[in-house]
């Protein structure tokens, strides 16, 4: 049977699902079914799944046009788990968010997840983990799904971890082409897992057990994690010596040896960063360390709206005007993205609406929002034209995204507030309105 199901996945026989149509499920589907694998979508909101079924798509990489051809070739779509019962292989690609006003791990989809899977699971099948998790968490996870269950991992079921390393809107580095960390129970569940994705990945790099796979993720989150508080607390020491920090940057990255360039921001953002270094604070301090270097990123990086803030209202042309009106440009955690999750952009507005500071936004990517208590406060992406420019008291730019005419922007703005360092790049004429932070 094991020899059956290496055949299957070699000659692309096999069945995949997917639980989890998000940022990471979906465009791993796509990759699936653009090499002629048969892949089960799985996802409980139902809008999601109606929403695919008509060939509408809901991430903006991923085209309309992409999801109607698929729909009809090999994508079979519901709602339900009972579907993973006509799979071989089923990957787990759901959120691992943190706990309400905690920084403990929220484990509810993952845990409800296996809950379910549980109920379904069979002889022979393979189980991937691709959420972000802390170390030992696949085994628990899998521990919830195979108990009680007449299954012994390597003989009659195999599972392995792979977490998903997709940096949204990079045109250079996609799912093919970044090195896919693999591990697995045994070695035959790592060579199970190996070659189903060998199809949708150039490159696949083994770990010895599935803890080493698991802190892989972790750590790379952690590096970006710190290094992102390092310039953010170097921009503040910066603006004290009345410095610019994006120049000082740049004639540091001259060095073509011992230095990385990372540029500091509004703070972080995405679903990783601000989160997965989190994981590992907490399963180190369940095992008696208090990894201070770690929780000290997250501070620093979340600080930074706050003091962004108090340094926009120490402007001269600020400090005690009332019915200050701001505009925000760019709600996305990063450029050229739909993605808008855990999003620096959302601190501001937040803190825009304890100093009763009117706001509006624009992002070409997301047209509406929902914010405020409960969600309760619809807005909609404004225009930024000539005229609606001039109405507000400052602009602030909060992500940076191409399509932005930032001439126009400095020509019509009163004043700007840049966080992302453009204007230290554009040659103007003059500067007077422009800060950087």
Avoid at 419 to 428: A, D, F, M
Wanted: hydrophobic share 35%.
């Amino acid at each position: 049977m094991y020899k059956e199901l290496i055949r299957k996945i070699k000659s692309k026989k096999v069945k995949v699902a997917i639980i989890g149509l998000g940022y990471v499920g979906l465009p791993l589907a796509v990759r699936f079914l653009k090499k002629n694998i048969h892949v089960i979508g799985i996802d409980l909101d139902i809008k999601k799944i109606q929403k695919l079924k008509k060939g509408k798509s809901y991430i903006k990489s991923i085209s309309n046009k992409t999801i109607s051809y698929f729909k009809n070739f090999k994508f079979e779509l519901s709602e339900k788990y009972s579907s993973i019962k006509f799979a071989d292989v089923i990957i787990v690609c759901l959120p691992t968010p943190l706990k309400k006003n905690s920084k403990n791990p929220d484990l509810k989809y993952l845990f409800d997840c296996a809950k379910n899977i549980k109920k379904y699971i069979k002889d022979y099948h393979i189980v991937i983990l691709e959420s972000t998790v802390y170390p030992g968490l696949t085994q628990i996870f899998i521990d919830k799904i195979i108990s009680n269950k007449k299954l012994i991992s390597g003989k009659n079921f195999f599972y392995g971890y792979s977490p998903e390393r997709e940096n949204p809107g990079d045109k250079n580095f996609n799912y093919f082409t970044t090195p896919k960390i693999i591990s697995g129970f045994s070695d035959k569940c790592k060579i199970l897992v190996n070659n189903i994705y060998t199809h949708i990945c150039r490159k696949t790099v083994l770990t010895s057990t599935i803890k080493i796979a698991e802190t892989t993720k972790l750590l790379e989150n952690l590096y970006r994690s710190v290094n992102i508080a390092l310039v953010n607390e170097m921009k503040i020491i910066s603006k004290k010596f009345n410095m610019n920090i994006f120049e000082i940057i740049d004639a540091a990255a001259t060095k073509n040896f011992g230095f990385q360039k990372f540029t500091p921001g509004p703070g972080y953002g995405g679903h990783c960063i601000p989160i997965d270094p989190y994981y590992l604070s907490w399963a180190s301090k369940q095992v008696g360390y208090n990894p201070r270097f770690v929780e000290l990123a997250g501070q620093i990086n979340t600080s930074i709206p706050s003091w962004t803030v108090r340094e926009i209202l120490r402007n001269k042309q600020l400090k005690n005007k009332k019915n200050i009106n701001a505009l925000i440009l760019g709600v996305a955690y990063k450029k050229n993205i739909d993605d808008d999750r855990e999003s620096p952009s959302y601190r501001f507005m937040k803190i825009f609406n304890k100093k009763k500071i009117k706001f509006d936004y624009n992002d070409p990517y997301l047209k509406s929002l929902r914010i405020g208590r409960n969600n309760s406060i619809k807005k909609k992406s404004v225009q930024v034209s000539s005229k609606n420019l001039k109405k507000y008291d400052f602009v602030i730019l909060l992500t940076d995204h191409d399509i932005y005419n930032y001439r126009l922007i400095a020509k019509n703005a009163k004043l700007i507030f840049d966080t992302r360092g453009v204007y230290n790049n554009i040659s103007l004429k003059d500067k007077n309105n422009i800060y950087l932070l």
